[in-house]
């Protein structure tokens, strides 16, 4: 497909579309994995007192495998092509989750259950790092320029939707179920479904389009030999640039919204049902406020959007954590909206923003390497942290320091990042 005159490349609304939905199915693993923490941990783990501590830890390594996911597709990506990375993700996933769903427990055989989790979760790991990367720089080239920050918003609002489906899924089985019966089989309800979604999205992958972007440069024979070799050495700025950005979405969301359930289990604040409802309604407002942000990027921009969001992640996490610690449901409620808005923002504006810090030759890797270190670092380590220095020093609000730390830490970046938004107004750097 060739683009179309002015240089605004154009893919069809149902490419767009099914690029944009199919980050349900990645989010929805994750999230799973973290809200139904405190269950897996007595499945897999025995449920003794530093199950929860093992299960948050495994989850945490197992996301070191997304960079070396995200070097072995982004290389696809910038190869092959940005549909082929992106099949061949999904189909590693499906076959992961299935398994997920299929595993032995702890009961049947011991030690070795936690140890098979562990390995599939590495699986997933790997094939995660070539999805939301994957879907971002399909995203950013097939769409109107002027419009690219509210698409590539829908596909952190799918993700948003894929967490509201892993938390309703997850309160469900809890809620409807018996300790025995959820410890036996029960568990494997939302695994099941998970995989269930991750074939339906391959099939739908299948008849997307390739990237204007990416069929323009292989028809011209411009193709970079070895694309990350080409991000490193030519787009290091821009790497440093979607490490920030990536480090404050990931931290916000990981500890901002996908460690509240368990944070308010092991505080004693609030039981497991109750806790997993009380996420899904501040999934719901996210849902609600991501295109919004998407939308107010492409007309103010993306920096002065991210300069904001890092100052209230700066200000506000660190009182929120101590308020949802209390015995209070609306304080819980209210600490977990609000931090779930700014997580949910972050993430709308970051999606973008990262995509638009490399040039198309190593968009794939570039994009890849950046976002997946910072996630591996400040998303899938950040969780375990929480819950370790929280048991060691006995203080709530060490989850909302974390989110300042990070905050403060890439605000000077954003503050000096050159703006993106082909429409951004009249203080466009």
């Known amino acids: 497909m060739s683009a179309k005159p002015g240089g605004s490349h154009r893919i069809s609304n149902r490419s767009i579309l099914v690029a944009a939905f199919s980050t349900v199915v990645e989010w929805y693993d994750f999230t799973l994995y973290l809200y139904f923490a405190t ?5 897999f783990f025995g449920g003794g007192e530093a199950s929860l501590l093992t ?6 390594v197992a996301y070191l495998m997304r960079p070396v996911g995200a070097v072995v ?9 940005r549909r082929p990375m992106l099949l061949w993700s999904m189909a590693l996933m499906s076959a992961a989750m299935l398994a997920t769903a299929l595993l032995p427990t702890y009961a049947q055989i011991g030690a070795a259950a936690g140890w098979l989790m562990f390995v599939l979760r590495c699986v997933m790991g790997f094939s995660v790092g070539g999805e939301y ?4 720089a399909y995203l950013l080239e097939g769409a109107r320029p002027e419009r690219r920050g509210l698409i590539a918003s829908l596909a952190a609002m799918a993700s948003e939707i894929g967490a509201l489906l892993a938390v309703g899924v ?4 809890v809620a409807l179920l018996s300790e025995a019966d959820l410890q036996s089989w029960g568990w494997r309800i939302p695994f099941f479904i998970g995989a269930a ?3 339906g999205v391959w099939l739908a992958r299948r008849a997307m389009e390739e990237s204007p972007d990416f069929e323009r440069l292989r028809d011209a024979g411009l193709l970079a030999a070895r694309p990350l070799v080409h991000a490193v050495s030519r787009q290091r700025a821009g790497l440093l640039r979607a490490f920030a950005i990536s480090a404050l979405g990931s931290i916000t969301y990981y500890v901002g919204i996908g460690y509240v359930p368990a944070f308010l289990t092991s505080v004693g604040s609030m039981g497991e049902a109750q806790a997993l409802w009380l996420s899904t309604l501040a999934a719901v407002a996210v849902i609600a406020v991501t295109p919004l942000v998407g939308l107010l990027s492409d007309r103010y921009g993306r ?4 300069i904001v969001l890092a100052l209230l992640s700066a200000a506000l996490p660190i009182t929120l954590f101590g308020a949802m610690a209390g015995a209070s449901v609306q304080n819980a409620l209210l600490g977990a909206v609000v931090l779930a808005l700014v997580a949910g923002g972050v993430s709308a504006v970051g999606a973008i923003a990262t995509g638009e810090q490399f040039s198309e030759e190593s968009r794939a890797s570039g994009l890849g390497l950046g976002y997946t270190l910072a996630t591996a670092i400040f998303g899938g380590l950040t969780p375990w942290v929480a819950q370790l220095l929280i048991e060691r020093t006995g203080m709530p609000q060490v989850p909302g320091l974390m989110i300042a730390v990070v ?3 890439v605000l000077p970046v954003f503050v000096s990042m050159r703006e993106t938004a082909p429409r951004a107004g009249p203080n466009r750097r």
Request: proline share 3%; net charge positive; no cysteine.
């Open 303 to 306: 920096r002065p959007a991210l």
């Open 407 to 409: 905050a403060l830490a």
């Open 55 to 60: 299960t948050l830890g495994g989850f945490a």
């Open 133 to 136: 990367t994957g879907v971002i």
């Open 73 to 81: 597709f982004g290389h696809i990506g910038d190869r092959r092509g």
């Open 197 to 199: 979604l991750a074939g």
């Open 170 to 173: 997850s309160a469900l089985t």
């Open 39 to 43: 269950v897996l941990s007595r499945v």
